[in-house]
């Protein structure tokens, strides 16, 4: 499964859409929907959703570069970028987002999907 994600290795995050209580991340083509906000680290900052300034730094991932992508199966997925940056996706089941019926789903610019759950 971890396999399709190597398609964004060397990709741009060329969007970001936050979609009322979901957010989908757009690599030219392949797309990462989230339904569990996802924890962003700016070299030595970090933002949660609820934090100021989520949103804008957020945003700045646009147009850099995935170089590495980790994924831990039910614990988390990691997208480690050109800058240092980084945005993890927890998916490790628990009392806060036991109700989430999939973390994310995945779809590759060729049409292969899988689901985070």
Known sequence: MSDLFKSI???QLSS???????LQLHFDGNVLTCYS??????LDVSFEFQSNGYRDALCAFISRIVNRVNFEENKKLELFFETGYSITLDINRNEANVSLPEFAYFTSIEGEWFVLD
């Open 9 to 11: 290795i060397g990709e």
């Open 16 to 22: 970001v859409e936050f979609v009322q209580d979901y």
């Open 37 to 42: 906000w996802p924890k962003i680290h700016l």
